[in-house]
């Protein structure tokens, strides 16, 4: 193929790609938007294919390995639950930083197979952008390892902190720096190596002061990681459907986190250098055996819902763990048949992933224009007959607003406790991801429901 054709048919799946993102911004387009996307990867590939032209004895390799990893996507694909989607974008962050490395190494230890020039005499703009590629590609990979760790439980959730901890991030960010601008005089591979190893501790130092509670900006930012390596690597390669592709993820998943810090009241620049999260939440006091809480029965929240003229429901995830949101739309029917105003309200980071709350209640075809973000509904809450809190523990927590010391101090949280009255639905009262007790539980308007969120909400379903 030639490189006037090649280059039209990247521009149109580069086109794709964007309608692609512009079809996952609203969950009436996802499904659309996700066509797009597909339809934009297979030009991509096909091209790719149509353009490198003989891979001589590789190409069966070329075959069978895209034949495992396609099944392997399709299958995971497949069996995956929503409740496991966090740490699955995490994980597959990871790989893509790992293909980045793999390119740029590749590229550094066979530079004529790419058009580079030869071993110790590599084109200067080439190594600047493979050294990038391969540092950000290394950062991306062990970080999003943690990341997924720490989603999975298999390691605390919480900040892992150590004195002089942001000194060394600083040293060994220079250190990265000097090294890029070393290699690209010497081209010795111990430096390329050294950088690489270096470029790994530091996606994991990025990762481990960050809590719980801040994981969805996590997500997002090694979502924009992702990208500029495989940008990076697409300069090396003269691919342009990678440099768009990269781009296009990098600077989406950038915008993403600015926009979630700023709703969070976060810092975006200390997100990016891995630095927030880190907050001593040994100050914060746990006071759940101190307090008396008041629980109740599904007979109780049936009641108090019939009776009441209007109800917010505020999902969290929990309802993801129990896979609630089905039996949370009957009872909302139900609710409706009775003549009660019945919204949603989504807090921007409910779950652990940007949307996880919109996707679960559009599963469960609950109209979009039931469904409100933080700063549409906020103000509702005080109006309210009844807030149906189904397993949303650190974004309904009202410490937020009173205590300097918690680690999710100045992050905006909904209003729940304005509510005339609150149902908490959960299993018991132990603290939620960020590791802190909810003062809502002890409320005087708050009714808790121990129970799992679908088996409670069932039993509400009865009642009714």
Known sequence: MSANLSAIFYLISG????????????????????????????????????????FGSGFIYVLIFLLIGGSLGAFIAFRIPMTAMPELVAGFHSLVGLAAVFVAISAFLKPEAFNLGIVGDIKLAS????????????ITFSGSIIAFLKLRGIMSGSPITFKGQHIINLILGLTIIFLIYYL??????????????????????????????????VISMLNSYSGWAAAGIGFTLENTALIITGALVG?????????????MNRSFFNVILGGWGATDQSSTTNTKEQKPVKSG?????????????????VPGYGMA?????????EMVDLLKKNGVKVTYAIHPVAGRMPGHMNVLLAEANVPYDEVFELEEINNDFANCDV?????ANDVTNPIAKSDPQSPIYGMPVLDVEKSKSVLFVKRSLSPGYAGIDNDLFYRDNTL???????????EIVKSL
Not at 448 to 458: C, S
Request: aromatic share 8%.
């Open 321 to 329: 763990v129990a896979q609630a949101q089905h039996a949370l739309r």
């Open 15 to 54: 086109i794709l790609f964007i309608l692609a993102l512009r079809g996952l911004s609203s969950p009436e387009t996802s499904r659309q938007g996700n066509y797009f996307g597909i339809a934009g990867m297979a030009i991509s590939i096909i091209v790719t294919f149509l353009t490198v032209g003989n």
């Open 127 to 138: 190594l600047i952008e493979m050294s990038l590629g391969a540092a950000i590609g290394a």
């Open 387 to 391: 807030a149906y809190v189904i397993g």
């Open 448 to 458: 808790m429901l121990f129970a799992d969120a679908k088996k409670m909400t069932e």
């Open 251 to 263: 600077s989406s998943g950038a915008i993403l986190s600015y926009i979630m810090c700023k709703g």
């Open 297 to 313: 029965n599904a007979d109780d929240a049936a009641f108090l819902m019939k009776n009441a003229s209007s109800v917010i429901i």
């Open 184 to 217: 690209c005089i010497s081209q010795s591979s111990n430096i390329f190596w050294s950088l690489v190893l270096i470029s790994f501790v530091v996606g994991v130092l990025l990762i481990i002061p960050i809590g719980g509670a801040d994981m969805p900006v």
